[in-house]
């Protein structure tokens, strides 16, 4: 009796501390833009839902009735073979910010979070 009882606390403190390190973030709406290279397709208002668990983390975008979704592994640095499928823009001239560590402190509170899906690039605005 005693065994099981240790167990069950056992595998409770287990699961409790596994479910904690998992989140989703609350929903929230965001000003949309769809490139194509750099030119806006279309702009307008989305629903963003994000989350992240162990070793990972996942976007999906709500926009014009398609859902664009996104999968990241929290990695420090990329493989060489893998290109790159996320990156920000300033949203206010809608360029690609290629050096974030160079950003003003204008551009860093008004940034696009931006994926790639096939020849399409999705963003939205951070704030």
Known sequence: MKVLALTLALATM????????AHDDPRKTSECYLFKKDK???K??????SGAGAGGSWTTISFRGKKYHFEYID???????QEQTSYIR?????????????MTAEQADNLLFCDISGSQHICYKSA
């Open 75 to 81: 990695e420090i640095e990329s493989p060489n073979n």
């Open 14 to 21: 287990v699961g409790m501390s596994t479910s904690a390190q």
């Open 44 to 49: 307008g208002r989305c629903t963003v839902d």
């Open 40 to 42: 806006v397709l279309s």
């Open 90 to 102: 300033d949203s206010k001239i809608l360029k690609i910010i290629k050096n974030p560590q160079n």
